[in-house]
């Protein structure tokens, strides 16, 4: 690292520092760029019975259309029973998105979309019990106001 830039009320002015002494820009952090959104993964599991199976493959195919930077996987027989087990479901149909659990059962694609969509970009749920951020807490009940002895 040569010459570094040094904050002059004047001007911009470059000077030359060794190495070792010099300062990186913008404060001296590195320049820190947005991270990409990992590559969100959609598991469709069977059922175990066997039922539904078409169902799932034309959601899944219907996602692939819908959102195609998104890699769409359906697990049938053995290897679906044993990501059920898993994530401690015993039937199916279930969806998994980057890894955790989110349907068991097949929503509407709307919902799917957008579910998909939230878990890529790290939105929370709205669904969520938790407390909402524009939520106002109660306000605790005013005491009872105190007797007075002379009125009956």
Do not use: W
């Amino acid at each position: 690292m040569g010459a570094a830039y040094i904050y002059c009320p004047c001007a911009m002015k470059v000077a030359a520092r060794p190495a070792a002494t010099a300062r990186k820009p913008y404060g001296g952090g590195a320049v820190r760029r947005p991270e990409r959104p990992p590559v969100t993964e959609v598991l469709f599991l069977t059922s175990v019975q066997g039922q539904g199976t078409e169902r799932v493959r034309s959601v899944s195919e219907k996602l692939k259309k819908r959102l195609p930077d998104v890699t769409v996987r359906v697990l049938e027989g053995p290897a679906s029973r044993d990501a059920m087990a898993g994530h401690k479901v015993k039937f199916g149909p279930a969806i998994v998105i980057d890894g955790r659990l989110e349907y068991v059962g097949i929503p509407r694609l709307s919902m799917l979309v957008d579910r998909v969509l939230q878990v890529r970009e790290r939105r929370p749920n709205p669904r969520t019990a938790g407390e909402k951020p524009a939520a106002v807490p109660a306000k605790p009940a005013a005491p009872p106001a105190p007797e007075t002895p002379g009125a009956a």
